[in-house]
């Protein structure tokens, strides 16, 4: 009987379509359920307040009224603030320079030895990264205590004078690039050792059988292949060094007289402990532009691996 | 011909040699210069053990800060016997563990949502999520300090000084990059197991807990230490939205309370700090694969 | 009673047209292969059939019941997938009974249809292993296993044994047709091989650019193929092809190649060819073992020619030797003691009682 049901063309057009599709549509209604709880998190705690601190920076002090550009006109004419777009400036491109270069060649390093030893060395080097910033510097900063610097006993053993490590404006700028640095290198380490584990060996022996030198190697073969990593590795660094607040804030507060400020620890200043939110949040959004620049880079290099797989 | 190329040869061997000397000097200078960073990785946690193990009168005696003389464990004793420490560490490890939970909780269905079952704008916030993920707290902590005295206003509900406020604040760090992790994780299980999941008459849900989760059960190992130590080490919110003694937790505790005024304790601050250190450092030693796995994946997936 | 019927079944992604109107029916216990170069809509079909991909219009049937709008796990089908799909998590057992586990099927019917399907793959004492400590055999082994075990109305095979090495290959094909020779289930199997097809199908059905081609027994579509297309996917090395002309000579056909090459069409192709003397575009397709060397004894039809060899590719218990013919790299196969040479002129005879007259401009075999 089926049988010749399902022979007629007929009687099989018969049937309404609905099933399926509703299942395929309920599917999505469940997805969507499902994200939901990111979505609204996302919605109220991120994207909510990022719209409202711009609203926020266009207000006066009191909150009272709208002043448009008067904060921005105001910070313009600040000696201060163009010091902190200075030393941000300063301090996330030297910092992620090092951080880029130390771990480069100390994924080399770690590369370069017999494959057993690799984890153990691995896992020693990640340290910095893995305690909390706020914890290991302080630790820095009473390694570079005024009077009882660990690192300037050391110095003096070889006879090197005392550093005045967060004394002095030029030293205090060195030492919170020193942490961050010291904090964020090992964190390019394992970028570049996982992206130089994946360069084929054979493109290694081609070039050696070319004649190429390891000098060479490296520039020929090894950068080209991790391109890609070291520039999202390095912009990543950049959003999140910009945006740093634990170490300046912890290592020098700013000081000696703001010159290691940088937007978030000014921000924090300004904004909180000097009550004046509106203000702290024009400082803030100086961040944006820098962040914006770097994430569509990053999103760009996203894409297109995605679209070479 | 065959002579000329036997005479030729000769020379060469040497060159075996040498080449293999080459690497054995390339891997000394590698261990070298390995040691060498150690040191300078290694150097402030170090430190802080020594001077955890110094007393206060060693610490100001001004010698050899390198080396203790008289080791004590005075600082450990003093620390955690202070209700006031305890306090923060109990703020901090309840703080983390609920935001772990809460995280990968709406992380792991979210991402499976995302990369599995696409619905209309699923790429789009896919790709929001990322951004989130890029966003940085010291742009949002302003606005949300402001937020939070509307709620009171509004609401009754006072958010500021509170631990559990954390609770709240500290997924919009971790839930965008857990969710971005669990993305790649998922988006990697090929697609025929959830159609066969699909044919084998599993729902949705079933697909998600019975075949998803045990597959990349790595990746979510990976999400949940990351997410325990972005939430243990979070500084700036703390800072910002709590004031009072009892509500700090550890990491804004020891900076706040023990760095008073002129007196610098350094054998308790570096106590407490070390302690503070210490569970996402143990987590670490641990499970040290699966964090360096979930790193890598951060950038290298999706 | 497992029929699966397709009614002008369309599948349509964003615009683009991937299955443009099936028309198929399957009868019960038959084994069926899909076949076709990739793209061709083969796996969009067979997905549809299992309910994986909505169709965009027309109608499925399976054992006489529309399923159009049956969600996958009630329409009673079993699939293999390519990669196997084996859950990672799960060991041999949790893997075959998975499936029935979710349909609430009783412990000891669940234990007795598992140890069942082991004993006919042969693999119960893989049972307790995860998929990651099997071989790919033992893998593929399993993914039939876990079909099996569920007693569908419809196998579905997508490309089962393309992951496998060779040998491999040839091995687990014997096994699935012995299977199904002891299951006896309805089976729609899709390879891309058309030896894969050739030997396991019971029909194969040749697809390409979303339409069926042709629809037949293995040697129908060897002997009688119907369109250029299924003459030259179907048989290695492919079908030659070269161009020619079809002249009218005292009552006799004469197919020409070229000014010096031409044969006499068999005399009872006559009929069947005279509408189309003269007509351009006109192609003869012949297989290289109608190609061979030459023999002491002449039967009809068959016609020497002298040919300078381009290629010669010994294979063992044949020759392959490659010329050229009107800018076209033609294959023969000959004797390997036929004394064949690269470079120099050889005696061949063609053998034109298997020939083809296919219409190059619509592509169909006259």
Redesign the interface.
């Known amino acids: 009987m089926a049988d010749v049901a399902a022979r007629n063309p007929a009687a099989l057009s018969a049937q309404p379509r609905s099933g399926l599709h509703k299942l395929m549509q309920r599917k999505s209604t469940i997805a969507f359920l499902m994200a939901l709880p990111l979505i609204l998190l996302i919605a109220i705690l991120v994207a909510y307040p990022a719209g409202y601190a711009v609203y926020l920076a266009t207000l006066n002090k009191g909150m009272t009224r709208f002043v448009g550009f008067g904060n921005f006109e105001f910070l313009f004419g600040r000696d201060t603030f163009w010091l902190v777009v200075y030393q941000s400036c300063l301090f996330a491109i030297t910092a992620v320079i090092f951080k880029a270069i130390i771990g480069f060649v100390v994924a080399h390093f770690v590369h370069n030895i017999p494959s057993k030893g690799q984890r153990k060395w691995r896992g020693m080097l990640l340290v910095p990264w893995v305690i909390p910033p706020a914890m290991s510097t302080l630790a820095w900063l009473w390694l570079f205590d005024p009077s009882y610097s660990a690192l300037n006993w050391l110095l003096a053993i070889f006879g090197i004078e005392g550093i005045p490590w967060t004394g002095e404006a030029g030293w205090a700028r060195f030492s919170v690039i020193l942490v961050n640095v010291w904090i964020g290198s090992p964190f390019f380490m394992i970028m570049y050792l996982a992206a130089l584990k994946s360069v084929p060996d054979q493109l290694y022996e081609a070039a050696s059988i070319d004649g190429a030198t390891w000098w060479q190697r490296i520039w020929y073969v090894t950068l080209p292949m991790m391109r890609n990593i070291i520039a999202i590795t390095a912009l990543f660094s950049l959003i999140v060094t910009f945006a740093n607040f634990d170490i300046v804030r912890v290592l020098t507060a700013g000081g000696p007289l703001n010159s290691t400020h940088i937007f978030g620890t000014w921000a924090f200043r300004v904004g909180i402990e000097g009550g004046d939110i509106p203000l702290g949040a024009a400082v803030s959004l100086f961040m944006v532009p820098i962040l914006a620049v770097a994430a569509t880079f990053i999103l760009r290099d996203i894409t297109k691996r995605g679209s070479e797989v | 011909m065959a002579d000329a190329s036997i005479a030729n040869g000769a020379p060469s061997r040497p060159r075996y040699g040498s080449m293999s000397r080459d690497r054995a000097w ?2 000394r200078w ?2 070298f ?2 040691v060498l ?2 040191i ?6 170090v ?2 053990l020594i ?1 955890s193990l110094k007393t206060s009168a060693e ?2 005696a ?1 010698t ?3 080396w203790i003389s008289n080791p004590t464990l005075q600082n450990y004793i003093d620390l955690l016997s202070q209700n006031q420490f305890l306090v923060f560490f109990r703020n901090s490890a309840i703080v983390s563990i609920c935001v772990v939970i809460l995280t990968m ?3 792991v ?2 991402a ?3 990369a599995r ?4 704008g ?1 790429a789009t ?1 896919a ?6 993920y ?14 939070f005295a509307w709620v009171n206003e509004t609401f009754g509900v006072q958010l500021m000084n509170h631990w559990w406020t954390m609770i ?2 500290y ?2 760090l971790t ?2 990059f857990a ?1 971005w992790i669990m993305i790649g994780y998922f988006a990697s299980i ?1 697609k ?2 959830d ?8 729902t ?1 849900m ?1 697909t998600l807990t ?2 998803f989760i ?2 990349a ?1 790595p990746g979510i190992i990976a999400a949940t230490i990351f997410t325990f ?1 972005v939430a ?2 979070q ?2 919110y703390p ?2 939205f709590t004031t009072s003694t009892s509500e700090l937790v550890l ?2 505790g ?2 706040t309370t023990l760095i008073k005024g002129d007196v ?1 304790n ?1 054998g308790q ?2 106590t407490g ?2 302690l ?2 210490a569970p ?2 143990i987590i ?2 641990f499970l ?1 694969d699966y ?2 796995a979930g ?2 994946a951060g ?2 997936k ?1 | 009673m497992a029929q699966v019927t397709l009614r002008k079944v369309v599948k349509k992604y964003d615009e683009v047209l991937a299955v443009r109107g099936i028309d198929l029916d399957i009868a019960d216990k038959e084994f069926i292969v899909l076949v076709g170069p990739s793209g061709c809509g083969k796996s969009t079909t067979l997905r549809m059939i299992a309910g994986l991909e909505e169709i965009s219009g027309g109608d499925i049937a399976i054992g006489g019941d529309v399923v159009n709008d049956v969600p996958p796990k009630d329409r009673d089908i079993a699939m293999v997938f390519q990669n196997y799909a084996l859950y990672p998590h799960m060991n041999v057992y949790e893997n075959m009974s998975f499936g029935l586990k979710l349909k609430k099927t009783p412990k000891d019917v669940i234990d007795q249809r598992v140890k069942q399907a082991a004993q006919i793959l042969d693999i119960t004492e893989l049972l307790d292993r995860k998929p990651k400590q099997l071989s790919g055999g033992q893998r593929q082994r399993v993914a039939m296993g876990r079909a099996i075990v569920r007693d569908p109305k419809v196998f579905l095979f997508d490309e089962p044994l393309s992951n496998l090495d060779a040998k491999l290959r040839v091995q687990m094909r014997t096994e699935i047709k012995k299977v199904h020779q002891k299951v006896r289930t309805t089976t729609v199997y899709v390879t891309h091989d058309q030896v894969e097809a050739m030997t396991l199908a019971d029909r194969v059905v040749v697809m390409n650019g979303g339409l069926i081609e042709q629809v037949g027994s293995p040697n129908d579509l060897y002997h009688s193929p119907a369109t250029k297309f299924v003459a030259g996917f179907i048989g290695s090395p492919a079908m030659n092809f070269i161009t020619c002309q079809l002249e009218q000579t005292a009552g006799a056909l004469r197919v020409r190649l070229n000014d010096t090459l031409s044969f006499p069409v068999p005399a009872d192709r006559t009929a069947r060819y005279t509408a189309h003397v003269g007509k351009p575009s006109l192609m003869l397709g012949l297989r290289p073992e109608h190609i061979t060397e030459t023999k002491p004894h002449t039967e009809s039809n068959q016609h020497d020619f002298d040919m300078v060899i381009d290629v010669v590719e010994p294979m063992g218990m044949e020759t392959l030797v490659y010329f050229t013919v009107n800018g076209r790299e033609v294959c023969g196969r000959v004797n390997p003691n036929a004394g064949a040479e690269a470079a120099r002129s050889m005696k061949l005879r063609a053998d034109l009682s298997n020939m083809h007259l296919i219409d190059d401009s619509t592509g169909k075999v006259l």
């Open positions: 390339a891997l590698s261990y210069f390995l960073f150690a300078f990785f290694l150097m402030p946690p430190y802080m001077t610490i100001s001004a050899n800060p390198w909780m709406i992380s269905i979210a499976f949502a995302l079952m696409k619905f209309w699923s916030l790709t929001g999520v990322f951004l989130t890029l966003i940085p707290e010291t742009l949002l902590f302003i606005p949300l300090f402001k937020m709240i604040l997924p919009t839930v965008p969710t090929p025929e197991l159609e066969a999941a699909l044919i084998d008459g599993a949705w079933q019975k075949i045990p597959v059960l130590t243990w080490a500084f700036l800072l910002a990491p804004v020891i900076i610098f350094w601050i570096m700090a070390l503070g250190a996402p450092l670490y030693a040290m964090y360096i790193l890598t950038a290298t999706g």
